[in-house]
């Protein structure tokens, strides 16, 4: 079974910290995936990636970055956290083209 | 922009009754579309995909393009059917989901 895991499951940061979350997939999928998700608003694309190395923007990139150094690891990066990124945040992978995406358990990041 | 709509944010019904969540996409070129459901306190999983053509859990949704629709559907209700339901589209040449606000169901005895 497809393992997503995300290295911390709560997170509580002060404005203008630099924030890193971890997200690790254990079979090996290509595509990898970071999405926010606010109650009345859905899941909303922040960035993927479809390789080492590679990244694209997705929906809602602005305030975000991501680092994709090897395949089973994907993490975004809060340069500098605001308020307005209070949020769950959901990883997730796949292994090829149109095969469903499967998700971590999410962080739930509180910035103060 | 937004691709999926998912008109109800919640739908309440009572155990044994029909159900249907609604879901309409826009989208110009041949739609792949998916639902996912989270449990409380559970990950968001996969329920189905129009391309499957299964009943999970018997649930059932139908890709009808002329209404650009693809509505979940289950005849009976169950109590353990209540979670957040997500549609959602495949966009970005097979990568990425674009998904929907969501439909709470609440499934009451």
């Known amino acids: 079974d497809v393992k997503v895991t995300q290295s911390s499951r709560y997170l509580v940061k002060r404005t203008g910290e630099k924030v890193f979350l971890e997200c690790v997939q254990d079979?090996?999928?290509?595509?990898m995936f970071w999405y926010r998700q606010d109650p009345g608003l859905g899941l909303r694309l922040i960035y993927f990636?479809?390789?080492?190395?590679?990244?694209e923007k997705g929906d809602i990139p602005e305030g975000y970055s991501v680092s994709r150094e090897k395949k089973e690891r994907f993490s975004l990066i809060l340069e500098s956290a605001s308020t307005n990124q209070t949020s769950m945040y959901l990883c997730a992978s796949s292994s090829a083209d149109n095969s469903p995406l499967h998700f971590g358990n999410g962080t739930r990041l509180t910035v103060t | 922009a937004q691709r999926v709509t998912q008109p109800e944010k919640l739908l309440s019904v009572f155990k044994g009754a029909p159900v249907e969540l609604k879901c309409n996409y826009s989208y110009s070129g041949s739609p792949e579309l998916f639902w996912y459901v989270q449990y409380s306190r559970q990950r968001l999983q996969l329920l189905l995909r129009?391309?499957s053509r299964e009943s999970i859990k018997g649930f059932t949704a139908d890709l009808n393009k002329g209404e650009t629709s693809f509505h979940l559907k289950k005849p009976f209700a169950q109590e353990e059917d209540s979670a957040m339901y997500y549609c959602?589209?495949?966009?970005?040449?097979?990568?990425?989901?674009?998904f929907g606000k969501g439909t709470s169901l609440l499934v009451t005895p």
């Open positions: 959602a589209l495949m966009v970005n040449s097979g990568y990425a989901l674009n």
């Open positions: 990636s479809y390789d080492v190395k590679m990244k």
């Open positions: 129009h391309i």
């Open positions: 079979m090996d999928h290509e595509n």
